[in-house]
């Protein structure tokens, strides 16, 4: 019952930017972080960027820092990665998931609830 639905990925040149969307239904949506995660062929799950459940706080990998900007609408239930000048190496499978309920931003893929199925991003060089 619970359903995280990524959307917004595609193939995009570098320098382009795409905007990721994260649908949440069947959870409490405003009491949880959020974070977004990202995984490349061959590659093992990492953290991109995270938000708390107040929106008090974002947290991102030193990889996307000053590109990718994590925001929320608790009224939308959705979170959003706004992805900026797009480098080859972003290409990788994205993710949303959703911390346990009044916890803290978390890095850690096993610090997280609940996943979505994901949604391919491809940058072209």
């Known amino acids: 019952q619970v359903q995280l639905v990524e959307s917004g990925g595609g193939l995009v040149q570098a320098g382009g930017s795409l905007r990721l969307s994260c649908a949440a239904s069947?959870?409490?949506?405003?009491?949880?972080?959020m974070g977004w995660f990202r995984q490349a062929p061959g590659k093992e799950r990492r953290f991109v960027a995270g938000?708390?459940?107040?929106?008090?706080?974002?947290y991102y990998a030193d990889s996307v820092k000053g590109r990718f900007t994590i925001s929320r609408d608790d009224a939308k239930n959705t979170v959003y990665l706004q992805m900026n000048s797009l480098k080859p190496e972003d290409t990788a499978v994205y993710y949303c998931?959703?911390?346990?309920?009044?916890?803290?931003?978390?890095?850690?893929?096993?610090?997280?609830?609940?996943w979505g199925q994901g949604t391919q991003v491809t940058v072209s060089s």
């Open positions: 938000i708390s459940w107040r929106a008090g706080s974002t």
């Open positions: 069947g959870l409490t949506f405003s009491s949880r972080a």
């Open positions: 998931a959703a911390a346990p309920l009044r916890v803290g931003l978390m890095p850690s893929v096993y610090d997280y609830e609940y």
